[in-house]
Nanobody, 122 residues
Framework: QVQLVESGGGSVQPGGSLRLSCATS????????LTWARQAPGKGLEWVAE???????SHADSVRGRFTISRDNAKKMVYLQMNNLKPEGTAVYYC????????????????WGQGTQVTVSS
């Protein structure tokens, strides 16, 4: 079955960096698009970045220039490098199978990981 497992979250000071990883299985990774999304306390799901099967990427305006999505087809992994983190980046970060449209459908639809907590605080 499809599985996505995030890791790499933690606590960091403003301006710091983290690299999130998402290990996947149960589908043909090389032909799949994947998305990162986040949910801050008391807020809805927010799309962060997506990567197509051919490696083309797109990032939300709020993170462009600071976050970078990437993939390793051999390892069936997708990553989110987060630099210059801000307090508003505090959220649970999720990876999901598909492009940004899956965020609008919510986590009860499609395939999502369990999430990893990122806390940005001094």
């Amino acid at each position: 079955q499809v599985q996505l497992v995030e890791s790499g979250g933690g606590s960091v000071q403003p301006g710091g960096s983290l690299r999130l990883s998402c290990a996947t299985s149960g589908f043909t990774f090389s032909t799949a698009a994947l998305t990162w999304a986040r949910q801050a306390p008391g807020k809805g799901l927010e799309w962060v970045a997506e990567i197509h099967s051919d490696g083309i990427t797109s990032h939300a305006d709020s993170v462009r220039g600071r976050f970078t999505i990437s993939r390793d087809n051999a390892k069936k992994m997708v990553y989110l490098q987060m630099n210059n983190l801000k307090p508003e980046g505090t959220a649970v970060y999720y990876c999901a199978l598909g492009l940004r449209v899956v965020v609008g459908r919510g986590r009860l639809s499609g395939y999502w990981g369990q999430g990893t907590q990122v806390t940005v605080s001094s």
